[in-house]
Every structure is written in C-alpha cells, then in structure tokens.
C-alpha cells in the first residue's frame, strides 16, 4: 500500500441498506447490515479512516452509530456534518478524529456540490473554532475554487476536501478542463498550509485520471466501494482501490 495516499471508506451506504428494511426497529435482534461489522471489515483490508455522515434526518447513519463506531474502531473516525447547532454539539461531545463541514440539502440524494465558505465565513470559524480546540481537525468539503480554498485557510480549517465530482462526471477535454482546477486548488491548498483530501464519485477506472492532482494525502469512497462489495466483498472491493492508488506519487 502507497502510505503517500492514505483511503478513508465512507459507510453510509451500509446503513442505506439497513435502514431499507429496519429503519423502524433498530433495535431489532436480527438487524443488519451491521455498521460496526463493514467499519471491521474495512479495517481489515487497508482503511486509514472510517467515514460516516450523520444528517439533520438521519436518513441512513444514526446517532447510535456514531457513538458504537467511535468505542470500537481502531482507525480515525472522519464525521461529515452539516454545520448545524445539534450536530456540532454531538461532534464536541464524540470527538471523532476529523469533522468534514459539508453541504446538506435534504431533497438530495447524495451530497453534491461543495460548500459556500466564502458565504458562511463567520458560522463556519466559530463551529471550526470549538471543534480543533476540542481535539478535533476539520476540513472543508469544497468545489475547486481558489476563493474557497482561501477561505476555508482563513477560518481556520486543517485540511479541505475538493470535491472531485464534476470530475468524475466529465469526460475528455471537460475532465481535463476539471483536473486542471483541481490541480490549482490544492497546490493553493498546500501554499496555505492546508491538507489537500479528495472525494466524490471516485472509481478504480476514472483515479488515475485524478493523480496528476499534486499534494493528495486522503482520499474518502464509500459508493463504489460499497456497490462492488455486492459482487466481490468488501475487503475485495477495498484491496481493488489500494491497488491502484499504490500508483500515485505526491508531489
């Protein structure tokens, strides 16, 4: 495994599934998926991090999980939030390793686009403020756009997350066009002191289009992942992406 590109695996997704049937009775004897299991499991096969978000409507992660996940994991816990008062509030008291500030909209069905840093300046350094004092880092789920990657230096943040989605979603001289931007923004990243992650929509077939991007510490998968875990499990579907991420070379 490539230590210069570290792989956190978000398991949302896991808890789509469990909520499917048992989102009324969690506390069922015969629930499952387990979250805790598929968090193992990824631990097992390589995970640096495990990476939930927990949602104003808890639509898949739920509170417990948070809390079950962080007694029992042995990696770092990455929290993706909302920067809402009862959110944060749960952050303080959890502690996870890192907070990912994220957009949230409740009509999506993922998370995407990245966050207006620029627009919630103030909000957003005082949420960052008490979360780094309280042992916390956080990072700032972006678009790669230079104003917010200077913002998100301003607030305070530890690292930014650039939201590669576009990215993935592009092909040809488009993606080129969005690697290019990427590219920008974390070498304006790293200038300013920033952690330089990346994630969304990223798949073994389209990541090596994403490594001319320079400085990349961690990058965070968790739907491709989890879809290919379907057909080969989940250590498999990890030890797939391992594999060719072992490629990169931070600059």
């Not at 015969?30 to 808890?58: F, M, W």
């Not at 080129?176 to 300013?192: D, K």
């Amino acid at each position: 495994m490539n230590p210069n590109l570290l792989l956190g695996v978000n398991i949302d997704h896991v808890a789509t599934l469990r909520q499917a049937r048992y989102r009324t009775m969690l506390g069922a004897h015969n629930v499952e998926p387990s979250i805790l299991e598929a968090a193992l499991e990824a631990e097992a096969a390589g995970a640096q991090s495990i990476t939930i978000h927990l949602r104003a409507d808890r639509r898949h992660i739920v509170d417990a999980d948070v809390r079950l996940l962080r007694q029992n994991i042995g990696t770092k816990m990455n929290l993706e939030m909302g920067n809402t008062a009862e959110i944060l509030g749960i952050a303080l008291e959890v502690k996870p390793d890192f907070v990912c500030m994220v957009p949230e909209n409740r009509e999506e069905v993922t998370t995407e686009g990245g966050l207006d840093v620029v627009g919630q300046k103030e909000a957003l350094r005082s949420s960052v403020s008490q979360l780094e004092a309280n042992g916390t880092r956080v990072s700032m789920f972006i678009d790669p756009d230079l104003d917010q990657i200077r913002a998100s230096a301003e607030i305070g943040a530890s690292m930014v997350e650039l939201h590669t989605g576009t990215f993935a979603n592009e092909l040809g001289e488009k993606r080129a066009q969005e690697t290019a931007r990427l590219i920008a923004a974390a070498e304006l990243g790293h200038s300013l002191g920033l952690q330089i992650n990346a994630g969304h929509g990223l798949t073994t077939l389209n990541l090596p289009d994403l490594f001319p991007v320079p400085h990349l510490t961690e990058l965070n998968i968790g739907h491709s992942i989890v879809a290919r875990s379907v057909f080969v499990g989940l250590r498999q579907a990890i030890a797939e992406f391992l594999e060719v991420m072992a490629r990169y070379t931070r600059a």
